[in-house]
């Protein structure tokens, strides 16, 4: 049977994301391919999520090009990345946490080129009065991040309607949870 590599890279994130401990054997049986395929393509599991970590940064990427984060409002600039986001939502959960464990103080640079792009979105919106000054853009990033993969967790879980994932994440990130008070 045919590999299909990407597949595989998302059938993992998904089991990895609600099942962080699974094994390789674990994964392979999820993809629905035999161990000894996996094993060939992922030598162990630092070769597989080294190849996550690959795939999550080209899908970021993908989804910040197709969110044309330049034109119009801030505002709705991140809503349309929250909305190309989602598809690989599963993945980027995964990688939030275990970028962390695995990469330690070393951050890929493919990351980092990615984060300057989010981060250059919230200081517009700033510049621009949509978004308050007193949250770092670095800080509201780092939100954005743990919005998504936390949501994520919650669609997985069927705590949360995978229709409601784009509206949770925005109204939370540019509202606020405090309530306003009419006076």
Same mark, same amino acid.
């Given at each position: 049977?045919?590999?299909?590599?990407?597949?595989?890279?998302?059938?993992?994130?998904?089991?990895?994301?609600?099942?962080?401990?699974?094994?390789?054997?674990?994964?392979?049986?999820?993809?629905?391919?035999?161990?000894?395929?996996?094993?060939?393509? @992922?030598?162990?599991?630092?070769?597989?999520?080294?190849?996550?970590?690959?795939?999550?940064?080209?899908? @970021?990427?993908?989804?910040?090009?197709?969110?044309?984060?330049?034109?119009?409002?801030?505002?709705?600039?991140?809503?349309?990345?929250?909305?190309?986001?989602?598809?690989?939502?599963?993945?980027?959960?995964?990688?939030?946490?275990?970028?962390?464990?695995?990469?330690?103080?070393?951050?890929?640079?493919?990351?980092?080129?990615?984060?300057?792009?989010?981060?250059?979105?919230?200081?517009?919106?700033?510049?621009?009065?949509? @978004?308050?000054?007193?949250?770092?853009?670095?800080?509201?990033?780092?939100?954005?991040?743990?919005?998504?993969?936390?949501?994520?967790?919650?669609?997985?879980?069927?705590?949360?309607?995978?229709?409601?994932?784009?509206?949770?994440?925005?109204?939370?990130?540019?509202?606020?949870?405090?309530?306003?008070?009419?006076?």
């Amino acid at each position: 049977m045919a590999m299909d590599r990407e597949q595989v890279l998302h059938t993992a994130a998904a089991l990895l994301a609600r099942k962080s401990t699974a094994t390789l054997d674990e994964v392979a049986r999820a993809a629905g391919i035999g161990r000894a395929t996996l094993h060939r393509h @992922f030598a162990g599991r630092d070769v597989l999520v080294k190849a996550l970590e690959q795939l999550g940064i080209q899908e @970021f990427q993908r989804a910040l090009d197709r969110a044309r984060l330049d034109e119009g409002g801030a505002g709705d600039a991140l809503r349309r990345l929250i909305a190309e986001m989602q598809p690989a939502a599963d993945l980027l959960a995964f990688l939030v946490t275990e970028n962390q464990l695995f990469e330690g103080d070393q951050v890929n640079e493919g990351w980092a080129r990615l984060d300057a792009r989010v981060s250059a979105l919230f200081r517009r919106g700033q510049e621009q009065g949509e @978004f308050r000054i007193d949250l770092s853009p670095a800080w509201l990033t780092e939100a954005l991040y743990g919005l998504l993969g936390t949501c994520a967790w919650a669609v997985m879980d069927g705590r949360v309607a995978k229709n409601d994932f784009q509206y949770m994440i925005a109204e939370l990130l540019l509202g606020g949870a405090q309530r306003s008070v009419e006076k």
